[in-house]
């Protein structure tokens, strides 16, 4: 099993909905979790950080964590083109070790 | 505030021709380094990481090596490039088990 685990897509939703991202994780990762927005040709940045059970809210998105399901997701509410992009999941703490394991990717297209 | 410089941007190198790829931090101190590796359309691939000064952590077996020779550098060479290592480089730093920050990457084509 990998580590992070994200469906590859591709995502389409039109604009003004809710996109909804998940990421599934194995027991190895347990300190932390990332979203990240990478756009085409683009380096990754960083869109929230999570690290306990629960909602976290910042602006149009939510990151979700539950630890007892093993699962991570992301809600982008009222839906923009520019929010079309590639998104990652990512994970730290892998058996203690600080380094920060990624999945695939989804992509998500917002259509006018 | 903290900065990462990753140069060049693009690389075109020939089969069997060496490399190096340098990334430095400014604005922090000992702070984690990574080098991942992103063929297209795919995710991240860690390379490489470092939590310290010579303290290199490899997750590929593969003809790529990392030094980090100061607090806040971080090198990746290889002695003979492959078809197969090309692709978009990114070093990325962070502190302990914290979000990490990705320079401006580097496309790598092997021809």
């Known amino acids: 099993q990998k580590e992070v685990e994200q469906n590859s897509g591709p995502l389409s939703v039109p604009e003004g909905a809710i996109a909804s991202l998940n990421c599934t994780y194995s027991d190895r990762v347990s300190q932390s979790f990332f979203w990240y927005r990478q756009y085409s040709g683009k380096s990754p940045e960083l869109i929230m950080s999570i690290y306990s059970n629960g909602d976290k809210e910042d602006g149009r998105f939510t990151a979700q964590l539950n630890k007892a399901s093993q699962y991570v997701s992301l809600l982008i509410r009222d839906s923009q083109p520019s929010d079309s992009a590639t998104y990652l999941c990512?994970?730290?703490?892998?058996?203690?070790?600080?380094?920060?394991?990624f999945g695939q990717g989804t992509r998500l297209t917002i259509n006018p | 505030s903290q900065t990462i410089h990753q140069w060049p941007a693009t690389l075109v190198q020939p089969v069997g021709s060496p490399l190096s790829l340098e990334c430095t931090v400014e604005g922090t101190s000992n702070p984690n380094l990574y080098w991942y590796r992103q063929a297209a359309g795919r995710g991240l691939q860690l390379l490489f990481y470092s939590v310290g000064i010579g303290q290199i952590s490899s997750e590929v077996p593969q003809n790529l090596s990392a030094s980090r020779p100061q607090d806040r550098q971080f090198i990746l060479s290889s002695k003979k490039l492959l078809l197969s290592d090309s692709g978009f480089y990114l070093c990325?730093?962070?502190?302990?088990?914290?979000?990490?920050?990705f320079g401006q990457g580097t496309r790598l084509t092997v021809v």
């Open positions: 990325a730093w962070s502190r302990e088990y914290t979000e990490a920050f």
């Open positions: 990512a994970g730290g703490g892998i058996q203690g070790a600080q380094k920060l394991v």
